[in-house]
Each structure stands twice: as C-alpha cells, then as structure tokens.
C-alpha cells in the first residue's frame, strides 16, 4: 500500500472523527445524565487522539536496507540474566558466541550464580557480576547490571540480550551497517517469540508495533529502544551517563548547599546550641556554607566548591579537636603539678598530630554530635556516594530504562533506527500470569518515564519526537476508556438512561463514518497481520492498566514502592487461574445481565428499540472483545509440533 | 546522653549511657563536679554503656580528673567498649586513665 494511500487514510480519519467528537462535545451531551454523559465523550475524545498520534506515527513509515557493516569494529554482546534457567542462559551464550561478526560475548548475571559461571567458563564466553560497591546501595535492576557491565568491559557497541532471546548468527552483520552513520546511537530490531501458536492466545507478538508503529516513528528519527535485541553505541550511553552526571550533581549541591543551611538553622534553635562549642562550630559550618553558595552562584566548578567546603568544614573541625587536646595537656600539667611523684606523670600522645587528625575523622569527630548537619554536608560532594557508580548510562529512573535511556539519546541529538528484520527468536510467557505480571510491569515503566520525564516537555527533541514518546505513553491510559466503554451500555440497558440526547440519524451518519475508516486504517498499515489481539488486549486488560498508573502515580508522587516483579520465563504451574481476571469476569456478567434486562425493558416498553439495538450491539462487542481473556486463562502452554516454519515471517 | 550517680560506700559510681560527646561532655563534668561538691573523692565512671566518645569526651574526662584529684582523690573508668578504647589508645590517655575491667575493679587495691 503505497504512502499516498495511508496517508489519505489518517486524514480521513483525523478529519470524520473531529467531525464526530466536535458534533458529541456541542450537541449530543445529555446533562441530566452527566455522571455518564462527561466520562464517555471523554473516553471517546481519548481515543480520537490515540487514533490521531497512530496516523501520525505511520505518516512517514520507514523501510529500511541495512548498509554494509563496517570492518573492525568492537562488539560486546551482553545476556541480562537474573534468575533464569541455567541452561536458557548458556543456550542463548551459545548461540551468540556463534554470531559471525567478530565479538565479545558476555554473560551479566545479577543472580551471581556460581553454576552460570562455570557454564560461561567452559563455553569460554565472558561472565560479570556486581562488585562490593553495589552492596547497601540501590542496584536499579536490569539498567544497573548493564552499566555495571559497560564499566568492565570496552567495545565501541554492545548488543543486548534478554536471557530467552536466541541470536541469529547474522545479527551483527545485518544492523552494523547503520552505525556508518556517526550519529545514530541505536538500531532496535524486533522482539519476535518462537513458542506462541498462530492465534496468540496471549497477545505475545506485537506485530503492530513491531512494524508500522516502530517503522513509522522511525520515519521521524524517534524509534525505540525495547530492552532487548538492540545495539548500542557506547560513546552515545556514556555521553548520557556523563550529562546525567553533572545534572544530578549539580542538582545534589544545590539542594544541599539549601539544606545545610536549613539543618545549621535548626540546630542552632535545639538545645545543643546552649554548649559554646557547638555554637562556634555552627557559626564555623554556616561561613562556609555561604562561602559555597556565593562560589557555586559565581559559577565556581562544583568539585572546587564542595571541596572547599569540606576542607573548611574539617579545619574547624580539627581546631576544635586541637582545642581539646591542648586543654587536656594542661589539665595532665596540673595534675602532674599536684601530685609529684606518685603517677606516672603526663603522657602526651606520641604523635599529636595524627591523634588530632584521627579524632577529627568522620567516624569520630565531634560534628557527629549533630547529625543532621553532618549528614547534610556529606551530601555536598561530586561523588554521587548515594550510587554505586557515579556515572550511570542507562537512564534508572524507571523500571522499564529502555525507553527512557533513548529519549534521552534523542534529547541530546542521537538518531535511532528500527531494522525491522527478526534476528532474534525468543520465548514468550506460556501462562496469563505471567504475562500479565509482564504487562503490568511494561505499563509502570512507562507510566513512570511519563511522570518523571513527560516527553512533551522535553528539551532537545522535535515536537514530533515529542509525540512519538508521547503516543505510547498515551495508550497505555486506555483503562479508564475501557471502563466508560463497558458502563455506558451497561447503564443504558438497565437504567434507560442515554448518555447522548438520542441515538438518530446525526448520531449514525457521525459515527459510522469515522469507525469504518478508522478500521480501514488499521487494516490497511497492518498489512495482513492481525492486529485484532492487540486491539482487544487494550481494552480487556483494564484492570492492569489502571493499577500500573495508579502504582506508578504512588511511587513517582509519594516515593511508594512499585511492588516490582521480574517477569519468570518458565511457566508458572496449575490450573486455570480464574481469580486472575475476576473484575472482567463481573465485567461481563453484567454485560450479559445487561442484554437480558434491556430486552426486557424493551419488550415491555421501557426502552426504545434503537438504543437498544445500538447498545446490545456494544455489549456483544464489548464481550467479543473480553472473551480473549477466557482463551488465555485455558490456555496451557505451547505445544512443540505447532511450531511451523510459517509462524517465523519477515 | 544520661548519667546516674551511685554511692558504693567506700566510692562512688557514675553510670554513663549514650554518647559521650561535644554535647554531653559539660553534663559529665557536672555532674562529676556534683559528686565530688558532695563530699565523694574516689569516683568510678562505669562506660558499660558509652558506646561512642569524641575529643570534646575525652577532655571531659581528664577534667573530671583533675576535679577529682583536686580534692585529695581520685577518677578512674571501667568496662570500656571498643571505641572507647581505641581512643584512649590513639592519645595514649590510657596510660593516664587505664580502664578497668569492672567496676569493683577500680578502688580494689587502695
């Protein structure tokens, strides 16, 4: 389908469903019934704009031939482990080791599995794990065991690999090509799974977004990096860990530099500040602090200024220690004047200086007496003591780093490019447990990134790569919708009441257009594949949804833990788990209940037979769409001889 | 930081708790200086349970040496924890204020 053709679509599309939502906002609201009426047009203004971004995605829709690989370069290829199979890890090591463009192969094991590393050993592949600087601090999971790795080891790029994803040998020499271009940072190839059958009962596959989604923010330079299956250029991360660095850094000081003068503040109104010492050493704290913040504002380097700090922070801190010492000496003197004879007389340290250096240390100093100024001041440093690595390459701040770690590529003017061939084969999860454990886990990253770092506000990209980042994020809020979408026939069937002020002919000739081209769209940039399971996944997995940003809201607001899983790749056992979609087994119950009760209400004149007709047929929808879920929870795994050689396609 | 004066009849005991530092340093010489005004001259400072003492600590100590030995008697330590020690090491104080093991200890052979 050619260009011309899709993007006729999109405008048809963007054009009938403003069209549609403009006419829904001004004439139809029906305000006695707002508490239904305001949420379902803005669940339905919601998806109008999801549709928009989607055509905007596929505006410019990539296709891409990889250009030769370049002779010479180092390639590190890193397997993520942590807790996986023993045997999944060296099969996948096995095969990456058989990648024919030279490399190093890596096995990064954050599970620090001696069995691991001796299978690495005897398979002669490298083996990392973290070192003690990692203890008692925060590990940052798979994007802190891979800037652990990129600090070990040295090749220009480095291939990433979940542990289950099995390398084609060809990988390199297909995606190396496109680093000739000295500004492209990253090459993300899809993430293809070997043990699903053809109807997916999961929605494991994704090829909508694994193909026109991905092809088309590339086409604006804002493809993504997924985690896995991708090739990095080190200088890029690295330039990213340093700008995170000094951001952070700076950032750090001057909170601190604010704080320390808050703490002295406080201190001096407790009852400590009673003792003259303390006082003095306060007064001392509080000159320095001020010195700083006169330098730091100056723009005075932050390694001199926290520096500067410490050092006169310590000399009056080592005054006062001398101070004691020499108090004490004369002390000794008096009482070796009173007593002649009968002690052993005064006994000054043997090397004063060193007693005096030694009890003005951190452990044992007397600014210890007031910890919330020591602890202030040890946070104005440059040394990031709060961190295991000072510089940190894959962006931490979510608990999905890859999409974060690439708009910040982007931000600082790095290309991307999607190479949209499978040159990895990997391994779904078998049961709807896990997968939603998954789902759940992929929504909160994003959500994440969004609350931490909203793309539209981000400095250094396009305004389309803006909403490229934008887009996905947006998607995932499709829980709410999803809920409005299943309650307004719901209400309507049992209550009567219409969240519109009549189903007529304005409503038909409104919304049958913008539907049917909306799904010619999909049809037509899908190309073939289904993208049905995907559709029906964004709606009936509500539930997943909602939690993920209301967990991921929790912890970027008020600092509460997410309740983070790693995704198990083996199969978690028994039987159908129907617990696990308990709110849309109600869901549909009340939908069916809803049918029956509105053909009642109909059959004795409650209900009018055109909203009735409209709205059984979205319940039938709306059940049609749920009932994948009924599939996936009897869904018992794989079965070997489904595989055949048709599932893997280009 | 807390302090608590026990007469032992032939001397007196002054329980320290906490941590012997800037802070609590002045509350020590008092409070050795209270005993002493009382009319004991041989006192023990039991460091069972000072977990910490800084510089400024240390200083008190001494002080309350000199209080001591002013009055005709004298101070002495027992039952110091590690860091204690290491301090007393560090300053070579301990061969002016040589803990004991107990508190008995301490006044034992006078």
Excluded at chain 1, 225 to 234: D, Y
């Amino acid at each position: 389908m050619s260009v011309f053709w899709v993007r006729l679509l999109v405008v048809l599309t963007v054009i009938l469903g403003v069209n549609y939502i403009a006419w829904r906002w001004l004439e139809s609201l029906n305000w006695d019934a707002w508490w239904i009426a305001v949420p379902l047009v803005a669940a339905e203004t919601y998806s109008l704009i999801d549709v928009a971004l989607f055509g905007l995605t596929v505006w410019r829709l990539k296709r891409r031939t990889p250009p030769e690989p370049p002779v010479g370069a180092t390639v590190d290829v890193f397997i993520t482990t942590y807790n996986e199979p023993i045997d999944m890890v060296l099969k996948t090591a096995e095969a990456a080791k058989r990648i024919t463009y030279p490399h190093e192969t890596w096995i990064l094991d954050d599970g620090s599995r001696p069995e691991l590393q001796e299978g690495a050993e005897k398979l002669g592949v490298g083996y990392i794990t973290r070192g003690p600087e990692w203890a008692n601090r925060p590990r940052h999971a798979k994007a802190g065991n891979l800037n652990n790795a990129l600090m070990m080891t040295s090749g220009e790029f480095m291939l990433i690999l979940d542990t289950d994803q099995v390398p084609d040998p060809r990988i390199l020499d297909r995606t190396l090509g496109y680093f000739n271009n000295r500004r492209v940072s990253l090459v993300q190839t899809p993430q293809y799974f070997v043990n699903v059958p053809e109807d997916d009962p999961l929605g494991s596959q994704a090829p909508l977004f694994y193909g026109p989604i991905q092809q088309g923010k590339d086409g604006w330079n804002a493809a993504f990096f997924c985690g896995s299956n991708a090739i990095l250029r080190r200088e890029a991360l690295m330039q990213l860990g340093l700008a995170g660095y000094v951001e952070e850094v700076e950032r750090a000081v001057t909170a601190a530099l604010k704080s320390a003068r808050a703490a002295v503040r406080r201190a001096r109104k407790s009852a400590e500040a009673a003792n003259p010492l303390v006082t003095r050493l306060l007064d001392d704290v509080d000159r320095a602090v001020d010195a700083a913040r006169a330098e730091q504002a100056a723009g005075a380097p932050l390694a001199e200024v926290t520096y500067r700090v410490r050092r006169s922070v310590d000399n009056a801190v080592q005054q006062m220690v001398a101070a004691d010492m020499s108090a004490m000496e004369a002390d000794l003197a008096e009482i070796a004047a009173m007593d002649l004879g009968s002690e052993p007389g005064v006994a000054v340290p043997d090397n004063l200086d060193i007693a005096v250096q030694q009890l003005s240390d951190r452990a044992w100093s007397p600014l210890g007496a007031l910890e919330s100024v020591q602890a202030v001041l040890d946070a104005i440093s440059v040394d990031r003591d709060d961190e295991a690595q000072p510089v940190m390459p894959l962006a931490t701040i979510s608990v999905t780093e890859d999409m974060a770690t690439s708009m910040r590529m982007h931000a600082m003017g790095w290309q991307s490019v999607y190479h949209h061939e499978i040159l990895a084969y990997g391994l779904a999860p078998e049961d709807l447990k896990t997968m939603l454990t998954q789902r759940l886990r992929w929504a909160q990253g994003t959500i994440q990134v969004l609350l931490r770092e909203n793309p539209l506000a981000k400095k250094g990209m396009s305004l389309v790569q803006r909403l490229m980042y934008f887009a996905t994020m947006w998607s995932y809020l499709s829980g709410f919708a999803a809920v409005v979408y299943f309650a307004a026939p719901i209400i309507y069937l049992t209550l009567g009441i219409l969240p519109v002020t009549s189903i007529s002919f304005d409503f038909f000739i409104r919304f049958l257009p913008f539907m049917i081209v909306n799904q010619l769209l999909f049809a037509v940039v899908g190309r073939g594949v289904s993208t049905w399971r995907g559709q029906q996944y964004s709606l009936a997995l509500f539930p997943t949804w909602i939690k993920a940003c209301t967990t991921a809201a929790r912890n970027v607001w008020f600092g509460r833990p997410l309740g983070f899983a790693v995704t198990p790749k083996a199969r978690q056992d028994g039987g159908p788990s129907w617990s696990l979609i308990r709110p849309q087994l109600i869901v549909m119950v009340l939908l069916a209940v809803a049918a029956i009760v509105g053909t009642i209400r109909l059959a004795t004149g409650l209900n009018e037979p055109l909203g009735t007709f409209v709205n059984v047929v979205w319940v039938v929808f709306d059940l049609i769409v749920l009932s994948v879920l009924i599939k996936a929870v009897k869904y018992e795994g794989y079965v070997t001889e489904e595989r055949n050689a048709d599932a893997v396609r280009d | 930081m807390q302090f608590a004066i026990e007469d032992r009849g032939t001397y007196t005991e002054v329980v320290a708790t906490g941590r012997l530092n800037m802070v609590s340093a002045p509350t020590l010489r008092a409070t050795v200086d209270e005993a002493v005004g009382a009319g004991s001259r041989h006192i023990v400072v039991n460091l069972a349970a000072t977990e910490f003492m800084d510089s400024s600590g240390l200083g008190a100590l001494i002080g309350c040496l000199k209080v001591a030995r002013q009055a005709g008697g004298d101070l002495r330590i027992a039952c110091v924890q590690k860091q204690v020690q290491m301090v007393l090491e560090l300053t070579n104080m301990n061969r002016v204020l040589a803990p004991y093991g107990t508190v008995e200890e301490a006044f034992a052979r006078d």
